[in-house]
C-alpha cells in the first residue's frame, strides 16, 4: 500500500514537474491533424481574375488548361501553431479543391514551425525532402542552396509558360517576378512576393498608465525616457502588490527589432541610397554608424533599472515576455506595427481589456526624432517581400507555377482574406469588411495567420478589389480591438516613414553560409546593453570587430564593389 | 569408431559456418545494420573533402581546393573554431573533473545506507533527472535562475541581496552549466558502480570487520578497490568523448549574453552546417573532432594497460 502511495506520489512530481515547464518548451513538432472536415464554399466570390488563354498546343499532357492526368505538388505553409493545424484545415481544403478542380493538381501542405522555418527548410533541403514550393524571407538561405545545385532556375520555366500566368504577371508585375535576376548570369532562383501593407514597427505604451500618472503621450525621445521613469517610481501605484514586478520598457535578445524606432532615428535622415545598401546586408541597422550611440541609449536605460533584465535569456519564439505584457506588467515596448492587436480573443490588448477594464490597452506612439526632429523610420518596401522557390526535386514545375498563379489570383486572395461572411468577417456600409473573432462553434474557421497572409503566398496583407475598400478595412482586421487604436498605429507607422531601396546587382557571394552572423550582432547589441556604461565603448567595439571580421566586412566590401560595378560613382539609385 | 574432431590451428571457416550457421544466421542482421548504418554511410566523410554539391552523389562531387584541405584550413583559420575547441575541452574537462567523481561518490554513499526502503527512494528520485530533456532542464534553470525573475534571485533580492547571474554571465554560466550536468546525471551513472559493488564478493568485508575494520576502512580497501576497473572503463571511454560532447545541453542552454563561453564544436557544427548550409567546412570539423577523439580513446586506453588495468580491449 505505501509502496503504491509513493509511486503514485513520484509519479505526480513527474508529471508536474514536466507539465510546469511544457509551455515553456519551444515546440517544433507539427500537430497532428484532428478532422476539421467542415464542409467548404466553393463559391468563388466576384471575379475579376484574369482567365488563362488557352494553352498553348505544345504543353504535352494538358488539355482545355487542365493536366490529363493528376498531378501531385507539395506546397510549404507557416505553421503558428493556430487553433487548426497548419497543413489541414478549412482554407487548406478549399484550396486542395480548387486546384483540382482548375487545374487537376493534387496539393498536400507541408507545415513548417514559424520560429524555425529557415533552420527547419535547411534540413527538408538538405534531406531531399523539401516542398515542391518552399517560401521564406531570407534571400541569401536561397542562394546558398543555389550554388549548390538545390534550386531550380525559373527563369526558362517562366519564359516558357508566361502566357499561362496571367494573374502571377498581373499581381507581382514583372518588377517583383524578375527582382533576383542575375544581371551576368540570367539566372532567377526566386519570385518575390509583393507586400500590400508596409507598416512595419511602433512604439506601444500603455494608455491607462499614462492616463493614472497623469502623463501625456510622449512626443520626443526625453519625453519618453521620462515616461519610463516615471513608471519604475510609480511601480506601487501601477502595480500594487506586484510592483517588483514591473518593467517599464520590455525588448527581446532581438534588439535590432525591439528597438527599431530608436535606432533608425538615430541613423542620418539623408543617407544615400549607397550607403543605405551597402549597409544593408540585413534590416537590423548594425553598421549604421548612429546604432552605437542608439544602443548606449539603452545601456542607460537597462543600468537604471527601465529595461526588462532577464531579456536576453529566452530565445526566438518563446511566449515568456509576451505572457509578461499580457499580464499587464509591461509599460512599453516597440514591436511590429500592429502586435497588440494580433490574435482576435488572445491579443495583448483583448486580455489586459478583460483583467484591467476597458482602458487597459496599449497605444502607438510617436517619440524618436531624428536630428532633423522628424520621425524617420522605415517601413518594409512594397517589392519584395517572402520569396517562392522550387527545390531541384521538384518535378511539377508547371504544376507548380500554375499554383502560384492561383495563388496570386485576386478572387483566390481574396476569399482567403476575407473568410467566410458571417464566420470571419462583416460586411459593413460601404462595402469595409471588418474581421471578427470566429466562435465556438465555428473553430474550424479560424485564420491560423492574420487573414491567411501565410496561405497566400506572393501577397502579404489585406488585399481587397480595390486599395481604397483595402485601406478601409484594415483597421476592421482586429477583432475585439478598437478600430480607433488601428487607425493610429497605421498614421503612426507612416509619419515620416522611408520605404527600403531594392537594390539588384546580382550575387553577393560574401552572404552565402554566414549564419552566425545573426548571432554575432545579437550577443554584440544585447552585450552592449547589459554592460556597465564604462565599459559599454570596449564592448560594442569589440563585438563590431568580431561581427566585421567574421564575414560583415566581407559582405559590405561586396556590396560596395557591386555597386560601384552596375551605378557608378553615383549615389542614389536612378 | 568416431574421432572426437578436435578444432585445427588454421581455423576452418566452412567447417565452423556449417556447424554453427544457425548462429552465424542470427548474426547476420546486426552485421547488415552495422554495414547499412555505420559503414556505408562513412563514404561521405568526403564531403570534407569535397565540393559539395545537393544533387550529385559523393563520388561525382568535384575535390575542393588546395588539395582537397581547403576546408580544414577555412575551419582553422576561423576564429569562431577555435573557440568552440577550447570551450568544448574546457567543459568537457570540468564535467569530467566534477561530474566524474559524483555518482561514485553517490554509489559509495548509498552504498552504506541501512535503510533499504529509503535508499531505494532516495535512488529513484535521484534517476529521474536523467529522463528530462535539456530544453525542458533548461526552462526549469529559468524559473529558478534567471536574474530577476528567477526563484533563487527572487529571494536574494527580497532579502536584500544582489542577484547572481546565474545564467547571464559567462563565469557563472559554466559553473551552472556544469552544476546542471552533475544533476542530470549523478544518479543514472551511480547504476553501473552500484552494480560493480553489489559484485564484491561480502566475504571480504565479513573479513574485515572481523580484523576490525571500520565503514571508512572498509570503503577505501574493499570498494573502492573492488570498482577500479569499472571506474578505469568509464573514465577511458569519458576521455574519448572530450572532444564531442551531446549537442542539446549547450544548444539549449546558450543565449546571446554568453556566447563567448557556451560555442561548442557540435554547436559550431550545427549553426554553420546545417543554418548556414556549409556541410563539407562542417564535416572537416567534425573529421578533425573524431580523430582527435579516438587519439584520446587510444591513449587512455594505453596508459590504463600500461598501469596493469584491462583497458576496453
Redesign the interface.
Known sequence: MKKKV?SVL?AAT?VL??A???E???STSTSTPDSTEASVSTEAPASTDVAAPEAPAEVEGMKDGKFVETRHISVEVYDRDGATPANDNVWTDWIKAQMLEKYNVEVEFVAVPRWTE??QI??L??A?TAPDICYTYDYP?IQ??AT???VQDLAPVISQYKDMLPNLFGWLGEENIYMDLDPVEGTLWCVEGRRNNIYRINTFVRADWLEKLGIAEPTTRAEFEAMLVAFRDNAETLLGADA??MVPFSVS?DIGWRAANLIESFMDPAISDKDYYVNGYDDRKFTEPGTKEAVRVLNGWYNDGLI???F????SGDT?EDDMIKAGYVGAFMHNYDYPFRNGADSINAVLGATYGEGAKFVAVDCFEDKNGNYTKYSYSPAGDRKAFFP?TNDEPLASMLYLDFISTQSTVEYLQKGEEGINHKVLDGGAIAIQAVDEANVAYTQNSGNNIDLTMTTNGLRLATDELTNASLAYTYANVDPADVVKAMTVAFRDHKVPISVSVGEISAE?????LT??R??T???AV?AAPADFDSVWDAGMA?YL??GGQDIMDERLAKWIAVYGDALMLP | MSKVKVPKKKTNWGAYLRRYWQLYFLLLLPIVYFLVFKYKPMEFIMIAFKEYKIGKSVWEMPWAANNGMKYFIKAFKNKDFIRSIRNTVTLNLFDLVVGFPAPIIFALILNELVLKRFKKVVQTIAYMPHFLSWVIIYSLALQIFAPTNGLINVLITNLGGEAIPFLNESKHWVATYIGLGVWQNFGWGSIVYLAAIAGINPELYEAASVDGAGRFKKMWHITLPGIKSTIVVLLIMNLGGIMGGGFDRPFAMRNTLVLDVAEVLPTFVYINGIKGLQFSLTTAVGLFQSVVGVFFLLSANWISRKLGERGIW
Open positions: 509513493l513520484l513527474m514537474s514536466l510546469a515547464c511544457g515553456k518548451a519551444p529557415v533552420d535547411n534540413n533541403l538538405a531531399g538561405t546558398t542552396y549548390m545545385g538545390g517588483d514586478k535578445y526588462w533584465k532577464d536576453a535569456l529566452y530565445a515568456s531541384t552565402t553560409g554566414v549564419s552566425n548571432d554575432k545579437d550577443a547589441f544585447d552585450n547589459i568580431e571580421s567574421a
